[in-house]
């Protein structure tokens, strides 16, 4: 190796190699271009690099921003690579926020943001308060903002991971009578989830960060026993917890760390409803400090417009 010559093997992490080359490794092509003075060789998801050493650093800070932003606004077109290889950050990012108000730039540009008052008082309140409890019916979009809210924390790297529980079945969490592992078995009780975060990162670059338990996905019990630090932790579902089961989470809260508990007290499948573990937080955890509670309703539903009437008429029944 020649004097001065210095080697460096970069892994790409979190995202597709096929998505930061580009199309028919367009944007690779740019990238060669804008290092002259390096050998750069790409085999899949490594770069090997020959060069000096700030010629090195500056590649490595460069590739770090295209795919900050990529994971960011799930996209990268050739005038963001141009410029974020120029060093034009601050253009770019002025471009790309259309709107402070969006959480997450989804899947195919998919522009996803609080839509209600209350949605609005989830995302503040989490910047607020280390756990957040969000009450209300069906439709109200408390699960897919919450995800929302956590997908964001991760992007920016506000967390390291997201953890989403939700009580299998009852409360019980009776798995045992399922066929299949336990993946097959839990699966079908957090679809809506798996549905959320399918609208927020590419199916391809979501299964390496659950393959890599970036993003994990459990039943309640799993969480027994457990520190969460550095985390965005999600409870689904809370109102089919008991109250035992309820603080065992709560208490798993680590050094930085946020929790978003959800909830729809007019579905508890527990027994007797007065068991419910949600109802028992909301009457003993109001006005501690660094916990807050959003009560979401019928004017919070974003599903079709025959969704509130529903709920509507069963509010005035019970």
Do not use: C, W
Not at 203 to 217: A, F, S, T
Not at 247 to 260: D, E, P, V
């Amino acid at each position: 190796m020649a004097k001065g010559i210095n080697t460096k093997e970069i892994k790409i992490e979190y995202i597709d190699p096929l998505d930061l080359y580009g199309a028919n490794d367009k944007n690779l092509k740019k990238i060669k271009e804008s290092f002259p003075l390096l050998k750069i060789v790409a085999r899949g998801d490594v770069i090997k690099l020959a060069g000096s050493k700030a010629e090195i650093k500056r590649f490595e800070d460069r590739i770090e921003k295209l795919i900050k932003h990529f994971n960011k606004y799930n996209g990268l077109n050739e005038n963001n690579v141009e410029r974020l290889l120029n060093g034009e950050e601050k253009v770019v990012m002025a471009s790309s926020r259309e709107s402070s108000d969006i959480l997450v730039h989804g899947v195919g540009g998919k522009k996803i943001r609080a839509r209600t008052v209350n949605q609005r008082k989830m995302v503040d309140s989490t910047k607020e308060n280390d756990i957040v409890f969000a009450i209300g019916p069906a439709g109200t979009g408390k699960t897919y903002t919450a995800v929302a809210i956590a997908v964001q924390a991760l992007k920016n790297k506000e967390v390291e991971k997201i953890i989403l529980a939700r009580p299998a079945v009852e409360a019980g969490e009776h798995l045992g009578f399922l066929p299949g592992d336990l993946k097959e078995k839990f699966d079908p009780f957090v679809q809506p989830i798996y549905d959320a975060l399918g609208d927020m990162i590419k199916h391809d670059q979501l299964d390496i960060l659950m393959e890599k338990e970036v993003i994990q996905i459990a039943p309640l019990a799993y969480m027994r026993g457990r520190t969460l630090d550095h985390a965005f932790v999600i409870l689904d579902e809370a109102q089919n917890t008991t109250k035992a089961q309820l603080k065992m989470f709560l208490t798993r809260l680590g050094t930085s760390a946020k929790f978003i508990i959800t909830g729809d007290m007019t579905q508890v499948d527990l027994p007797r409803k007065n068991d419910s573990g949600l109802m028992h937080a909301k009457e003993i955890l109001t006005g501690i400090k660094g916990i807050d509670f959003i009560i979401l309703d019928s004017k919070d539903v974003v599903r079709h417009k025959l969704v509130k009437k529903i709920i509507g008429a069963y509010d005035k029944e019970d």
